[in-house]
């Protein structure tokens, strides 16, 4: 990992040419050429097939660019402005971007206010980049009102072939909210459809219900996680049902509610990961419960629940409390000694399988902090801050139980300017309802400077390895205490933090920090697989395209 430091922090002068590449023992990693062609940074790295690889640029506001790339040169050979249609009159927002087996779709949306229905709709791009003028009409979603339409969130399945769409919704004066789960094949038809309507009375106090997560599999099955909770004031208990949904393509994608019962704890959030055993894996924070019920809503550890696809049941669940030494770290020792528990400020980064069976669980300080509002009506514009700090990495052993754990110390942040905030978006985020699917960095302010902010964990053979920028004055510091901020992420150097089975932390930086290199956008990769990434770097105005691979 020392070479990979080593390669990292080579200069990339401009007059290399067409592109560069650099090998050094088991790593190498390669540049296209500088990219010149101006319209709009790369937010994200859509994918690659058919000899080419996919991104997405944005400038300004919303003008959103399709940039095609020779995979072998990586070399920029189309930029092309998203232009999408209207659609009954009106534009059609950019909502998402993805690669079904090999074709690229493009996802925008458009309220029509008369009908109150929030419409998505797909449209196809060729592999050259031109837009289809065929429109594929993907949700037609029913809402209660404009302020109240909700969002829409998706994922794809991990070979790419299914796209897992879902929009919520929240009805106030129904006291509810609706979501709606669909699953589409490579053509955007729609596999299968189901309808939830969630509500609530007010005897029911504390009352909690939020969407933790969905996903899908290889095997194009759908699963939905639920929490709801809420505190039974004569039991002084709290009262909480946390489930999956899971819709089976071999069941003709039926229904299957799966229970994860437990008591005297309160789910905090809740990440899934669909495996190649046949199962569903859980895993995120809980608190602790008072006598009296309530929930003391700071983080008290991490569980981890395995769910059987075979037989559709929570077959193991452990609750894994902090240790000493980690809570030592992240809250200090005085804290530590008097029992307190982390505040409810990190969210699930990433699950890693381990080759045991196994889990990595990556956790990371995530804080935004929105400025007050500067100018007026829709000229205003709003300061936003945002800080991903220490990351928690906590190792399960196959049966859930707590195997180490550690914390990467890291100090990040990155404010942006954003015209005034829109909160159409939202998807359900009131005192009773919550979808915990809109947490990442948004799209529209990537390339501003979150970008260069978290991580990218790598995982081969065993060893984790996780790459960050980082001020050059921490060079071989690893102690939370002692680190300093990252400051002006222009002049970030990488550093990787390396594992050993133990949990013990070896840190590897370069010899010297060269000045005017490439800095490594971690908030912008693409995982092909566990030995190859396509990434993206950058210097003021100097950006490239990169593929890092593990031999």
Not at 110 to 134: P, Q, W
Not at 196 to 202: A, F, G, L, R
Request: glycine fraction near 8%; charged fraction near 30%; aromatic fraction near 10%.
């Amino acid at each position: 990992m020392k070479k990979l430091l080593l390669l990292l922090a080579v200069t990339l002068f401009s007059n290399f040419s067409a592109f560069s590449q650099y090998k050094m023992e088991n790593v190498s990693m390669t540049y296209g050429e500088e990219i010149t062609e101006e319209k709009g940074k790369i937010i994200k790295i859509i994918g690659e097939t058919n000899n080419k690889i996919y991104a997405l640029g944005l400038k300004g506001k919303s003008d959103y660019f399709l940039k095609i790339f020779e995979s072998k040169a990586m070399k920029l050979i189309s930029n092309k402005p998203i232009v999408l249609p209207e659609l009954k009159d009106k534009d059609i927002d950019f909502e998402e971007i993805v690669i079904l087996n090999g074709r690229l779709y493009v996802i925008g949306s458009v309220y029509h206010r008369k009908d109150k229905v929030f419409t998505l709709v797909g449209i196809e791009y060729s592999e050259d980049g031109k837009l289809s003028n065929n429109m594929t009409t993907m949700f037609e979603a029913q809402v209660a009102r404009s302020s109240d339409r909700g969002g829409f969130y998706f994922k794809t399945s991990p070979d790419e072939h299914m796209l897992l769409a879902m929009h919520t919704a929240l009805y106030e004066k129904e006291d509810a909210m609706k979501y709606e789960l669909k699953l589409f094949d490579p053509s955007l038809k729609p596999v299968f459809t189901n309808i939830e309507k969630v509500s609530y009375d007010d005897d029911k106090k504390d009352f909690e219900f939020t969407i933790a997560d969905f996903d899908v599999n290889t095997k194009d099955d759908a699963f939905v996680v639920i929490n709801e909770s809420y505190r039974d004031k004569k039991k002084k208990e709290k009262v909480e049902k946390f489930q999956v949904f899971a819709f089976k393509n071999e069941n003709g994608y039926k229904k299957d509610v799966i229970d994860i019962n437990f008591t005297g704890k309160e789910i905090i959030n809740c990440k899934m990961l669909s495996t190649s055993k046949n199962t569903v894996q859980l895993v995120g924070f809980y608190s602790s419960v008072r006598e009296n019920g309530k929930a003391n809503k700071e983080l008290k550890g991490v569980y981890n629940a395995t769910i059987n696809l075979g037989t559709n049941t929570n077959d193991n669940l452990k609750f894994n409390e902090f240790d000493y030494a980690t809570k030592v770290k992240l809250l200090g020792e005085r804290r530590a000694k008097k029992g307190k528990d982390l505040k409810p400020l990190y969210i699930i980064h990433s699950i890693i399988e381990k080759n045991d069976g196994g889990l990595i669980v990556i956790s990371e300080y995530r804080f935004v902090y929105v400025g007050q509002k500067q100018g007026i009506g829709p000229l205003g514009v709003q300061p936003i801050t945002y800080t991903t700090n220490e990351m928690i990495v906590t190792s399960l052993k196959p049966d859930g139980s707590l195997d180490w754990s550690n914390v990467v110390a890291k100090d990040q942040s990155a404010t942006v300017t954003v015209a005034s905030l829109n909160f159409f978006g939202v998807g359900g985020g009131s005192s009773n309802f919550n979808v915990a699917l809109g947490l990442s960095i948004p799209l529209g302010v990537m390339g501003k400077g979150p970008e260069y902010l978290s991580a990218i964990p790598i995982y081969k053979d065993g060893q984790l390895s996780i790459l960050f920028n980082d001020n050059k004055k921490n060079k071989g510091i690893t102690d939370i205490e002692e680190i300093k901020s990252l400051g002006n992420y222009n002049n970030a150097v990488p550093t990787v933090f390396v594992f050993d089975d133990k949990g013990q932390i070896s840190r590897k930086d370069p010899e010297e920090a060269i000045k005017n290199e490439l800095v490594i956008r971690p908030g912008i990769y693409y995982r092909k697989n566990e030995k190859e990434f396509l990434i993206y770097a950058s210097r003021k105005s100097q950006d490239k395209l990169g593929r890092m691979v593990l031999q």
